[in-house]
């Protein structure tokens, strides 16, 4: 399963994304990564967030993640579930985003 960073990325992010599975990125990447969000949703990529250590900021780009890792407790990890729609939202201070991808 190919598995890319948005830190990976380089010139020609869609071209590098050919065949990926998942992108990862951490939460201080997300307002550089909005266009390519655009293309991992039409491309069929599964999107992964690094939220931990910084208050979630809702917006458009939520719609294009599958995955995040949040700090808190198992109960506000399903609120934020709930409100976005993210498909797996997890509390975890051990491991990073590949190990919860899928």
């Not at 990976?8 to 997300?30: F, M, N, T, V, Y």
């Not at 949703?41 to 809702?58: A, F, K, M, S, Y």
């Not at 917006?59 to 995040?68: D, F, I, K, S």
Request: net charge neutral; aromatic share 4%; with cysteine.
């Amino acid at each position: 399963m190919k598995i890319l960073t948005y830190s990976q990325l380089g010139d020609e992010p869609r071209k590098e994304l050919s065949g990926a599975r998942w992108l990862l990125l951490h939460h201080s990447e997300i307002a550089k990564a909005t266009s390519i969000l655009m293309f991992t949703e039409l491309d069929g990529i599964l999107v992964g967030v690094d939220h931990r250590g910084q208050e979630i900021t809702p917006g458009l780009w939520q719609r294009a993640v599958h995955l995040m890792i949040v700090d808190g407790t198992a109960q506000q990890a399903n609120e934020i579930q709930k409100k976005t729609g993210i498909t797996k939202v997890v509390i975890d201070d051990k491991n990073n985003l590949q190990h919860h991808c899928w």
